[in-house]
Structure formats: C-alpha cells, structure tokens
C-alpha cells in the first residue's frame, strides 16, 4: 500500500498539535519528547502550539531532572515540618472538616486523607467526582476508602446525560474523552472546599513528577490561572463552547454548574488555598500503594490493565484505558510508557526492563470494555476507528501492510 505522506514547508512530515518533528526518547526513562506539559487545557487541535515536557542537551527529560533534585536536593525533613506548621495552621477543633482531600479513593488519594488524618491528626473530608463507568474493583476500592480507611466521603456525580455528551465530543472533536472528566476532577476539589467552609484543599502528587515545569513544584500550591471563567457561555468543553452546547442540544447554563471554576477571587475571599501533599512529602506511587493496602484496604486487580503492565494504577474506570490509547494515537506515548518512565525515575525497574514492558504493551488495544465505551459515547466501531485516524500526526504514524505502524519506538 503506498503511504500518503504530509510534507510541512521544511520538508520535514507534518507534526500535529505543535509537537517536535523530530521523536527523542529520554536517555534515563522511556518517555518521548511528545509529551504534553498539560492534560486538562490541551485542545488537541492540529495546529496549537502546545507545550511539552523539557528536554535538556543531555538527552534527560525534565521529570528525571525533577526526581534528582527530589532525591538529592530537597531537605525532607524540613518539609514535613512545613507541613505539620500547614496543618496546625487549619486545623480545627470545633468538630469541623478542617482539610479537603479530592480524589477517587485510589492509592494517592487514599494515601493523602488518611496519612493527613492519622499521622497529622487533621479532620478531612474527602470528595470524589464519579467515575464515568465504576469497575467492580474501583467500586469496592471507594467504598474501602471509607468503611476500612476511616474516612468521610462525599460522591457526586455529575448529570450523565451530559457528560456522556461531553465525553462524546471531546472524543469525536479531540480525540480527548477524558477532557470533560478532568476538568470535573480539577474543579471539585476548591468548589466543594468553598461551599463547606473548608480552607484547605490537599491534591496528591505535583504534575512535575511526570514532566509539567518544574518552577511548577517549587511551590506548593497550584495556580490560580486554572480558576478563571469570566464568561462561562465562553468556556470550551469538548472542542466546543458551552453556549454552542446549550444552543444545539437543549440544555441551560445551569446544567454546567460542576463544570464551572470558581473564581480565583471568590476562593481567596473564602479564604480557600489549595496545595500538594507531595510537595511536603517525598511521592513515591509504588509506596502510596502499600500503604493504602495497609491502612484504606485498597486492592490491586487480579490482572494486568490492558495496554500496561500494572495492576493497582487508575483501575476504577472502565473507560479509563481509552485516555491512554488515544495518548498513544496522538503522541505515540501509551500507558505502559507512562506507567515504566515512573518505574524507572523511582528506581522499581531498569530502563532496560521500561523498554521491554514499552515493546510489550504500549500499543495493546482496550478490547475488555470497547463494547461498554462505544455504548457510553453512542458510536460505533467504524466511528472510533475513523477519529483515531484523523488524529494520528504523520511525523509519528505510518501504513506499513495494511497496518498502522510508529515510525519511532523507544530502544
Ligand atoms: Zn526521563
């Protein structure tokens, strides 16, 4: 079969969403120079500029150099004391919630609410934005947050007519169907903190871990340029403005409220502040996962997510592996990519080990619930496969016997 091959001014093979024409692999990790600083503002539109992870003359990525400075250049110790001055600052003994603690009851945020309770003796409330589709195991995870961790818990679910639609166009228009979740996620944490008259909200691991800028984790809490929607008619969800929405499908503004940030004034003037826990404490996933075994009665799958090797990492969604086949449709990064460059930054693997988990399972299709995604978004198989294919950039795809094949691999 002969190859359509999309030629930029340079001669070079076009390159979507701004990424580098030319594919490096980090010399420490497995992870390419493809990855975007960014999951939640990313539009995935072919010619953004987008930022992405750094890459330094010696071939390091940018969250390799960050876990040097975490092993070598960061006095833990003065940390934890940071965060036990934080702690005393908020905490309450009037039989109020004096910390938030957003997350879906999976190792790190099992891990954050109850080490804050039970080690730092604060009293915190924990919010989860649903899952689009609950896994047994993700169903009984939650639950042990709360009936074995000792924990207070409040689920909200958002309109699923509506997120269905949101996550159908973000799909169809981004190739992105986690975009609607994110944005959720990202939010409930500093809305709910606001509407309970909670000041503190504590996230999990800093994004710098995996690649964000560093100066990012060089303070602990997050920015406030996320909290901002001035018009929020004007917010864009799914590729498409929420006015647009609203206008083509019948619904209000109103159906928009979980969607929609406070504001970063309204947060100050309640006196909301949001921080990391793993800017206070050395982050390490692998160990979040024991302790959460111990103490949240958190269980790993009794196999293998498909597309990794891993089995305790993101498994409460059934839909959740659909995030990382259409990373590695759009930046050639799949979920054993990401899963390995941590493995290896945290010393669990070689980088030898990364390559042969990468070769292995990267590019393994999501087939156990392809059925239920293709119900949850209203398409058919024809119709996934038609977008994926819109959004493979030539500088990273090929047609090689009838088959879509990566020009570059990590070796
Ligand atoms: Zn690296």
Redesign the pocket.
């Known amino acids: 079969m002969s190859e359509t091959v999309l030629l930029n001014r340079a001669g070079e093979l076009e390159a979507y969403y701004g990424l580098p024409a030319e594919v490096k692999f980090?010399k420490?990790?497995v992870?390419s120079n493809q990855r975007p600083s960014s999951t939640v503002e990313f539009r995935h539109e072919k010619n953004e500029k987008k930022a992405v992870i750094g890459f330094d003359e010696e071939g390091?990525?940018s969250?390799?150099r960050f876990n040097e400075i975490k092993e070598t250049a960061i006095d833990w110790d003065q940390r934890d004391q940071a965060l036990r001055a934080l702690c005393d600052q908020f905490r309450r003994s009037d039989g109020g919630y004096d910390v938030l603690v957003p997350g879906s009851g999976g190792k790190d945020s099992a891990y954050t609410a109850h080490i804050l309770k039970y080690e730092y003796g604060m009293n915190p409330l924990t919010v989860t934005w649903a899952p689009h589709l609950y896994t047994g195991i993700g169903w009984k995870n939650f639950t042990n947050w709360m009936h074995e961790g000792g924990l207070d818990n409040l689920l909200f679910t958002p309109n699923g007519k509506l997120h269905r639609l949101l996550t159908r166009l973000a799909f169809l228009n981004l190739l992105h169907p986690f975009q609607p979740f994110i944005v959720g996620q990202r939010i409930i944490g500093p809305a709910m903190a606001a509407r309970y008259g909670v000041k503190l909200v504590m996230y999990g691991e800093n994004q710098a871990e995996y690649g964000n800028k560093i100066d990012e984790n060089k303070k602990p809490t997050m920015d406030e340029k996320f909290f901002s929607a001035d018009d929020p008619g004007e917010m864009v969800l799914g590729g498409v403005k929420v006015k647009d929405i609203i206008a083509e499908h019948g619904y209000s503004l109103n159906d928009f409220a979980p969607y929609i940030p406070p504001s970063a004034d309204s947060l100050n003037a309640k006196g909301v502040e949001v921080h990391y826990l793993g800017y206070y404490l050395k982050w390490d996933p692998q160990e979040c996962y024991y302790y959460a075994v111990e103490h949240t009665g958190f269980q790993a799958n009794d196999e293998r997510t498909e597309g990794t090797y891993s089995k305790y990492s993101s498994i409460d969604d059934k839909i959740d592996m659909f995030h990382y086949y259409t990373t590695l449709i759009k930046f050639g990064i799949g979920r054993a990519t990401y899963d390995a460059?941590q493995e290896i930054r945290n010393g669990k693997i070689t980088r030898d080990e990364g390559v042969a988990l990468v070769q292995k399972f990267d590019q393994e299709f999501p087939q156990k619930y392809f059925r239920d995604f293709l119900d949850y978004i209203g398409i058919t198989k024809e119709e996934f496969h038609a977008a994926c294919d819109r959004f493979r950039s030539p500088h990273l795809w090929k047609r090689d016997g009838g088959q879509w094949v990566l020009r570059h691999q990590v070796s």
């Open positions: 980090c420490r990790c992870i390091v990525c969250a390799c460059a």
